[in-house]
């Protein structure tokens, strides 16, 4: 069974601060990628990354940076948090093994910046 | 520009009877599409899929249809099932192998299903 575990179901962070989410996954995969989901606008794609210290920016990269240092570790860095990065953060990762595989996701974190 | 539309942000549905979820696409290099299920504070999890060289691809309750053509799919759901109420995202991604060389997936912005008892 595939398990991507993100670090913390909830935080609360101050605007300025810099803010790490971390994500596990425990199935070797290669592909890794961070979305936000917001009401309205679905899950957008912020980075993603198809091996170690290999980045790719998705459609809002814009305030954030992610780090891949080990292959089933993808972490999303808020350099600077600002109130419109409050979001529903998801983690997911997929397998380059078969073409266009599905992709599974952790349960979430879910941001506020106050 | 949105590449993945799903055009009804809600539906409700009778218990029993069928739910019809829709989702168009623009890009016509997507080849694989996909939908999942969200929960409220939960991640979304996968439900069934299909590749562009079918036109249908049934799993138990759930069925995929594909018009190429149309560049239109939808989610059949039959029965559905209170538990079935939840938020459907569809999603497209294009094979490495078409030469679009990205594994992404590109999501809808969802339709929220409600099936009263």
């Known amino acids: 069974d595939v398990k991507v575990t993100q670090s913390s179901r909830y935080l609360v962070k101050r605007t300025g601060e810099k803010v790490f989410l971390e994500c596990v996954q425990d199935?070797?995969?290669?592909?890794m990628f961070w979305y936000r989901q917001d009401p309205g606008l679905g899950l957008r794609l912020i980075y993603f990354s198809y091996d170690v210290k290999m980045k790719e920016k998705g459609d809002i990269p814009e305030g954030y940076s992610v780090s891949r240092e080990k292959k089933e570790r993808f972490s999303l860095i808020l350099e600077s948090a600002s109130t419109n990065q409050t979001s529903m953060y998801l983690c997911a990762s997929s397998s380059m093994d078969r073409l266009n595989t599905e992709a599974f996701f952790g349960q979430g974190t879910r941001l506020t910046v106050v | 520009d949105q590449q993945v539309k799903q055009n009804s942000p809600s539906l409700s549905v009778q218990e029993g009877r069928i739910s019809i979820l829709n989702c168009d696409y623009t890009?016509?290099?997507?080849?694989?599409f996909l939908w999942y299920k969200k929960y409220p504070a939960e991640g979304p999890t996968f439900l069934i899929s299909?590749?562009?060289?079918?036109d249908k691809n049934e799993d138990g309750r759930f069925t995929v249809f594909l018009n190429k053509s149309a560049k239109h799919l939808s989610l059949h759901i039959v029965p559905s099932q209170p538990g079935d109420s939840a938020v459907y995202f569809c999603?497209?991604?294009?094979?490495?192998?078409?030469?679009?060389?990205?594994?992404?997936?590109?999501f809808g912005k969802g339709t929220k299903l409600s099936v009263i008892p």
């Open positions: 999603a497209a991604s294009a094979s490495p192998y078409s030469g679009a060389g990205s594994y992404q997936l590109t």
């Open positions: 299909i590749s562009s060289i079918k």
């Open positions: 890009n016509s290099m997507f080849d694989y």
């Open positions: 199935m070797d995969h290669e592909n």
